[in-house]
């Protein structure tokens, strides 16, 4: 029987953040949630782009030499691989990441 | 500069079901959201699972001896490749299908 996959709940199972929970795969890649608490720190993905989508909340991305990306709740924006980046929550924040299942979430 | 992508706005874009448009590439997959009213048709990928996320409105995915996957707002479901599908719409609903970017939405 094929699960469905309630957001709402998996959203309970969040209690410390930055530490995402697997919410799905799909082939060889991950979806993930994490609850976004303050500031993450400086890093890059080599070979891989990231999805950052903002489920509940609004975060920052901030980038080395570009603008910031400011992201509001229903708003999703995609890093480059070898793009220097350091999320921020502006509120506590969560949200879903769409990334190559061999990423474990921490970047270069 | 790395564009944000509203995903209210993309609604707007949306006027014919089942016609996906996309909304975002993360290496070589893509998140497309489609329109879903009425009924699809029978299919499956051979090699690939899909993930549908209900992002407004409610819909059922059809299985082949097994039971349906009723999905509501903020719920998602992975369909495994070869399994045969055929979507559904409860209401006038927005989906987001997460995909390679090699399928064009067809299915087999």
């Not at 929550?89 to 270069?108: C, H, I, R, T």
Request: proline fraction near 6%; include cysteine.
């Amino acid at each position: 029987m094929i699960p469905k996959i309630n957001l709402e709940n998996k959203l309970k199972e969040l209690d410390k953040p930055w530490s995402p929970i697997e919410i799905a795969r799909v082939n060889e890649y991950v979806i993930r949630m994490a609850l976004f608490e303050g500031e993450y720190h400086w890093h890059k993905h080599t070979n891989e782009d990231e999805l950052f989508y903002v489920y509940r909340g609004s975060i920052v991305i901030q980038l080395r030499d570009q603008p910031d990306i400011i992201l509001h709740e229903g708003e999703m924006a995609v890093v480059p691989k070898g793009i220097e980046h350091c999320p921020r929550a502006l509120e506590s924040s969560y949200v879903l990441m769409f990334e190559p299942a061999v990423l474990k979430s921490k970047g270069d």
